[in-house]
């Protein structure tokens, strides 16, 4: 399912505000418990709107916490973007892109239970992280900065490695989170063609700031 | 919790298969339909014991699974290990084991279901692949073939890493799997620091026949 258009009317407008309202509502259960074995009842409640609404939006509960959760991979994505904006070399893209994730994992709770319960199965997705990689992946091989056998292996190592990482984070924190994941962004560079040197270098470089 | 000495009388022996009978039928209940909501009474019913006898095993029914969970996984890891015999470099042993745990995944359904809902919580354990692929990976970088920041990042790549191609042929099966296995075996060697070309000729072997 894409994000909908913009609304054109009122009525368009009224629609997608009860939409985005459920969709909120699933985000906070999602960051807060966890716990999708909440009624239907109670989310409506949770989103202030009229329990029969919810069938126009969602077919089903399951609907509505897959698209929450595509809404917060999204805009976890689309903050990212606006990081690397202006980096354009593929290798620097990747391992800020592997750093940034890593820091921004705090300010997006639900989208890191999500990842941490259900992420493999969001290594192919069309929103989120996921096609940005891609995306990188691809430039990176057609000039010839990276090789690897398929873009979807090498999204699959990236993606794997990254989970794995915030994974162990959530369950074993330690002091400085930017130390493992530059080791990780580094070992990312090499699996993807970097030399080692290189790939230590470009994974020690300061973050873009921000704004 | 580790697994028991053998039984040294009738007594203990009867206890112990009770005990494994019970983990067995937890093995089948997550290989065939992975749903852990099911009573203790028909667990106990499946693994022909009584009810009764649970309590005297498991302090909880998740005590049970997790139990079952690690059994499998550990029985993984010995039949991995097995191929792996007088098989000494390193390098040769991490991508015999992707590529391994990629081709034995169809015979061991229960530990796929596990490896693909829980597989994140599963890197850092203590039994099945985890131990196996972290005392290589400290071998290797004893003996100076491989070079890593720290084992524990490095160990969470390859974990991540397989999990994410065991996920994505659960999803997209393709006809040949050693294909991906191969690419993937690749990329962790040279994600270890393995020169690209040796990296490659190395994942390309033919993998240990069985005795």
Not at 92 to 115: C, N, W
Not at 135 to 162: K, M, Q, V, Y
């Amino acid at each position: 399912m894409s994000t909908p258009a913009p609304p054109s009317n009122r009525f368009e407008r009224r629609r997608a505000a009860t939409r985005q309202a459920l969709v909120g509502a699933a985000r906070r259960i999602l960051a807060e418990s966890g716990d999708t074995s909440v009624s239907i009842q109670m989310i409506a409640e949770q989103a202030d709107v009229g329990f029969g609404s919810f069938y126009n939006h969602f077919a089903s509960k399951d609907a509505l916490f897959d698209e929450a959760v595509l809404d917060a991979l999204e805009e976890y994505g689309r903050a990212i973007d606006e990081r690397l904006e202006g980096v354009d070399d593929p290798a620097e893209r990747i391992a800020f892109g592997v750093r940034l994730s890593v820091s921004m994992a705090g300010t997006h709770p639900e989208t890191m239970q999500v990842l941490r319960h259900q992420g493999l199965a969001h290594i192919q997705s069309d929103r989120g992280l996921s096609p940005r990689a891609l995306d990188d992946l691809r430039t990176g091989a057609a000039i010839g900065r990276f090789s690897f056998a398929s873009p979807e292996i090498a999204l699959a190592a990236l993606g794997g490695s990254l989970l794995a990482l915030l994974h162990m984070r959530s369950t074993r924190p330690t002091a400085d989170s930017d130390d493992d994941a530059r080791a990780m962004a580094e070992a990312m560079l090499r699996m993807l063609g970097i030399p080692p040197d290189e790939a230590h270098t470009i994974a020690s470089r300061p973050l873009p700031v921000r704004d």
